[in-house]
């Protein structure tokens, strides 16, 4: 009989070198971590963007991955001070990976971090922290593994029917489209005036202004779409990929910074935030 494996090399896989930390991964174990849940190229991430994109009926996220995974190889980082060895791959299936970092950039705009999606996320998180004991999933395995999708869809429908529930508008929320409408969205031009949240300045003022109950702000950090990788190009130098490949080199980060309302007072936000944007954010 085959030993049960080791709950520690299990972790080293799962999570990979940047976050097993207090253990140490063996320069093979990290290559087998990369290869299974890298940034680049990890068979996960590789995955979820053919199967989020057929599902969501969308083609933003398809790329030629089988060209990418023929060209895929274990090479040294000779242009680091260590040289330890990385997942990269060979020059000629760099447009493929450009592809990938397309089609990784757009299914995060598009899906991943669209505006509506986020907002019920917000929502759903909302109801499962007035449903659920204490506000929480149990970190007991056996109660947390009892509560299925299929049993929350069904305790947020049956509270919809129900008007005396205290999750009743909540409820109606997700089951009815009655989501709360984006009235603000931070660009570039709005960092200027050195806020580095200028979404949060907003929406702390339009708290103020409409009340906590009619505001919601989302926030995600800039997200790198395209991380630095190993190239083997064509005379055997090793180079890495923003080197050889303006596209991965100029591949912008994504970032959320959104202020949403209660549908019925978007227009009063809008005509608020229109007025107030340039004081709060101590733009010109």
């Given at each position: ?235 055997k130098a090793i180079e890495p990929s923003h080197q050889c490949s303006q596209v991965l080199a100029k591949m912008p980060q994504i970032l959320v910074d959104n202020v ?25």
């Amino acid at each position: 009989m085959r030993p049960a494996p080791e709950p520690n090399d299990v972790i080293k896989l799962a999570v990979g070198a940047k976050r097993a930390s207090p253990l140490q991964l063996s320069t093979w174990e990290a290559i087998l971590a990369e290869i299974i849940i890298g940034d680049a190229f990890g068979a996960d991430r590789m995955d979820y963007l053919l199967r989020d994109s057929y599902h969501a009926g969308v083609t933003y996220g398809t790329y030629d991955h089988h060209r990418l995974i023929s060209t895929l190889r274990i090479l040294q980082k000779t242009y680091e001070e260590t040289d330890e060895p990385a997942l990269g791959l060979e020059a000629g299936g760099l447009e493929s990976s450009e592809g990938l970092m397309l089609a990784r950039h757009f299914m995060y705009k598009q899906v991943y971090f669209h505006n509506i999606r986020r907002i019920y996320d917000i929502h759903l998180k909302e109801f499962l922290r007035n449903w659920l004991p204490g506000g929480r999933f149990s970190t007991d395995i056996q109660k947390h593994l009892a509560i299925s999708d299929s049993h929350v869809l069904a305790t947020i429908r049956s509270d919809f029917f129900d008007t005396t529930s205290p999750r009743y508008k909540l409820a109606r929320r997700l089951l009815c489209r009655e989501h709360f409408k984006r009235f603000y969205e931070a660009s570039q031009t709005d960092a200027a005036g050195g806020k580095l949240q200028p979404g949060k300045a907003i929406a702390d003022a339009a708290i103020e202004e409409f009340g906590q109950d009619n505001i919601r702000y989302d926030y995600a950090g800039p997200k790198s779409i395209a991380p630095v990788f190993p190239v083997l190009k064509f005379d055997k130098a090793i180079e890495p990929s923003h080197q050889c490949s303006q596209v991965l080199a100029k591949m912008p980060q994504i970032l959320v910074d959104n202020v949403y309302c209660e549908g019925n007072i978007r227009n009063n936000a809008i005509r608020w935030k229109d007025e107030n944007k340039n004081r709060l954010l101590q733009l010109g």
